[in-house]
């Protein structure tokens, strides 16, 4: 079975300028996260969809971020413009999430951008 | 929020068993516990969950006590491949990963 695919595996930008990521989860997987990680950090969510329903957004900046889940399979995440904070790896997961309490996210493994 | 706390880092040497604690004070009664490792350059992969007592699968054993506000992951006879970040969730609104714990395995 294959893994969550996301592309590209890196990217380097230069500051004001747009960038996309892309996430293709497993398949028959309903739910779709995207996440955000910094160095020596851990995974900070920015997005959860169930379907194409974006269910929790509210880590998401979005003066700049947006992302969209089209039929509910693949997912995009935007930048628009990156500033030189948003250096990070962006990491998408997917989960059948039955329930919330036993959910296991399967992930990706992460889109690193670098903003110069 | 479901908060956990773990160790920053630890250090053990190979062949040794090792235990790291997550301790998470206010968890719910349907709040299951899941372990997540994680190599550099890769996302996080998920290990093992559990509700109470005590469960094991061919990678690791989870404790529970009875209480429930703390659980400790244990890897038997680690080897040098099993230094990673290691992070414990508990499930519940928000999803929160916190730092983890940085285990590094000596020769």
């Known amino acids: 079975e294959a893994g969550v695919v996301q592309s590209p595996r890196y990217k380097i930008i230069e500051k004001k300028q747009p960038v996309a990521f892309w996430c293709n989860p497993i398949?028959?997987?309903?739910?779709l996260y995207w996440y955000r990680q910094n160095l020596g950090q851990g995974p900070e969510l920015l997005i959860r969809y169930e379907n194409e329903e974006a269910v929790d957004d509210s880590q998401l900046p979005k003066d700049r971020f947006s992302a969209e889940r089209l039929k509910g399979v693949d997912s995009t995440l935007k930048i628009q413009p990156a500033e030189l904070g948003d250096s990070a790896v962006y990491l998408c997961?997917?989960?059948?999430?039955?329930?919330?309490?036993?959910?296991?996210?399967?992930f990706g493994p992460g889109t690193r951008l670098t903003v110069l | 929020l479901a908060k956990t706390t773990q160790p920053i880092s630890m250090d053990s040497y190979e062949g040794q068993e090792v235990n790291i604690t997550c301790s998470h004070n206010n968890i719910a009664t349907n709040d299951y516990i899941t372990w997540y490792q994680q190599f550099p350059s890769q996302g996080p992969r998920f290990i093992i969950q559990g509700y109470k007592t005590k469960v094991t699968n061919e990678v690791a054993s989870l404790f529970i006590p009875a209480d429930r506000k703390s659980s400790t992951l244990s890897l038997p006879r680690v080897s040098l491949s099993d230094t990673a970040v290691y992070y414990c969730l508990v499930a519940r609104g928000k999803i929160i990963f916190g730092k983890g714990t940085r285990l590094h395995i000596l020769p």
């Open positions: 997961a997917s989960s059948s999430r039955v329930r919330q309490s036993t959910d296991t996210q399967y």
């Open positions: 398949s028959g997987h309903n739910t």
